[in-house]
Nanobody
């Protein structure tokens, strides 16, 4: 099984909700970071939210604060991204990523070296 496998993407209308899941293998131990990132066509990849796998500290992009929530289930090795009040500008390929032992979980894609295949989220007006 790949280390990271995303699921839960789909198509919704603006204002709707989706919950993404990332099945994580090997990174849910102490001091590691798992993050959600997205890339729209023609745009650079951007960080959406990160979570530290032990203490649960989270970081969010300003564009999603108050609408998205990242959470972890250490028992089942899953990291979730709950997305509410979705907007057309949230349309993108969403990927989860992981890295061992950073002092702080940042939103920089270059910090992460393990990536899932991604799941598409499409929000219509």
């Amino acid at each position: 099984q790949p280390p990271l496998v995303e699921s839960g993407g789909g198509s919704v209308q603006a204002g709707g909700s989706l919950k993404l899941s990332c099945a994580v293998s090997g990174y849910m131990d102490s001091g590691n970071c798992v993050g959600w990132f997205r890339q729209a066509p023609g745009a650079v990849r951007e960080g959406v939210a990160t979570i530290e796998t032990t203490n649960g500290a989270t970081t969010y992009a300003d564009s999603v604060k108050g609408r998205f929530t990242i959470a972890r289930d250490n028992r089942n090795n899953i990291v979730y991204l709950e997305m509410n009040n979705l907007k057309p500008e949230d349309t993108a390929m969403y990927s989860c990523a992981a890295v061992f032992g950073l002092p702080r979980c940042r939103l920089l894609p270059s910090d992460y070296y393990e990536w899932g295949q991604g799941t598409q989220v499409t929000v219509s007006p």
